[in-house]
């Protein structure tokens, strides 16, 4: 008998959930077992009457104590606010105030907790060379949908294909990848010895044989709905081509560059 959780609030967490709400968390039998210790409760108003409790198990309290206040206390903060009720105690277990002071082992051990037994792991959270983040979407993108280059996608013997359902370390708890080739493919060395980025399916196609070792996954494309709709605070990119383009406007340069050679781009600097 075991409920499975998506997330797993601490246990101090559950005892000031417990201890401070006002509403007492209920719900229907969901077990054949029977509870051996506070028994018979009479609490729960049913049609107006107060019955006394069936003793068995109820699994919902679980559910409702951990993914719907513990995992949501920040969407729920907003909602009691604007009812106008006093649950200020929330703001001691919102979620991404635990993640912000959290060690990078402690990050880790949360995405792997729950992994299953022979999934491959493409990068442990904030890990250098790991999927970069870019902000934005495409045709085939938007909430839980996230974007890989289909160079990406190769050269990772296509593990990660159209339709892929993904965990991933945030916003929300997973997606669904889809191709988009405008953004920033992988990074890898051949074995051969040479170092480049493969930006293009067909690049990717002809050398997926070759590589030797992989420094850099490229970009991980993903909306801004996303971090909105999952209350997690937006996390900085790395030195994406927008800045760049930025910087050249802002230095007099009317023109957008895309993809510049090293030349152009040593000429522009």
Request: hydrophobic share 40%.
């Amino acid at each position: 008998m075991k409920q499975h959780l998506q997330y797993k609030p601490s246990d101090d967490d559950l005892r000031s959930i417990v201890n401070n709400c006002p509403v007492c968390v209920d719900g229907v039998a969901t077990e054949e077992v029977e509870v051996t210790a506070h028994r018979d409760i009479r609490r729960i108003d049913y049609n107006g009457k107060e019955v006394a409790l069936t003793n068995r198990v109820r699994g919902g309290v679980a559910l409702v104590l951990c993914e719907g206040i513990a995992q949501k206390a920040k969407k729920l903060t907003k909602e009691v606010k604007s009812a106008n009720l006093d649950w200020d105690w929330l703001s001691t277990i919102i979620k991404v105030n635990k993640v912000e002071k959290s060690s990078d082992e402690e990050k880790v051990s949360v995405f792997l907790e729950e992994l299953v037994a022979g999934r491959p792991v493409i990068a442990y959270p904030g890990y250098i060379g790991g999927l970069r983040l870019r902000y934005g979407r495409s045709r085939l993108t938007g909430i839980a949908a996230k974007g890989f280059s289909p160079a990406t996608m190769i050269i990772l013997n296509n593990f990660v294909a159209i339709g892929t359902q993904l965990k991933v370390e945030l916003p929300g708890k997973g997606c669904v990848a889809s191709p988009v080739d405008s953004i920033e493919g992988p990074f890898v060395v051949l074995k051969s010895g040479e170092a480049l980025r493969i930006n293009t399916a067909e690049k990717a196609l002809e050398l997926k044989d070759e590589v030797a070792k992989i420094i850099s996954l490229g970009d991980i494309l993903i909306t801004f709905g996303d971090f909105r709709k999952s209350n997690t605070l937006i996390q900085p990119t790395s030195y994406v081509e927008e800045f760049w383009n930025l910087e050249l406007k802002n230095a007099g340069y009317d023109k957008e560059v895309n993809d510049p050679s090293f030349d152009e781009a040593y000429r522009l600097h």
